[in-house]
């Protein structure tokens, strides 16, 4: 079956195979994640070990998050409905 919809490609603003690391400040230590992960970190993030402080988006999207309006040190996620469609 053909998707059909709002389908859209991810979009990172960095090297993706680039060493990725978020800070945890209760862990008290970097640790590796995924690009996806990485986009959507709302605290202190690093790319081969030089400090990155680019945009953050809502998780699994393209959408632009304000860092004040979400929990620091945690991925900034996106509250969606689904939209149904007649005769589902």
């Known amino acids: 079956m053909e998707k059909t919809g709002l389908t859209e490609k991810i979009k ?3 090297n993706t ?3 990725l690391e978020v800070f945890m400040p209760n862990l008290d230590d970097w640790y590796r994640v995924t690009s996806r992960e990485f986009r959507s ?3 202190k ?3 081969n070990n030089v400090d ?3 945009p953050i988006y809502h998780y699994a999207t393209n959408r632009r998050a304000n860092k004040s309006l979400f929990p620091k040190d945690k991925i900034v996620e996106h ?3 689904s939209i149904r469609r007649n005769g589902d």
């Open 12 to 14: 990172y603003d960095f």
């Open 17 to 19: 195979a680039s060493n």
């Open 41 to 43: 970190f709302n605290g």
């Open 45 to 47: 993030r690093r790319i």
């Open 52 to 54: 990155y402080n680019g």
């Open 79 to 81: 509250n969606w409905k």
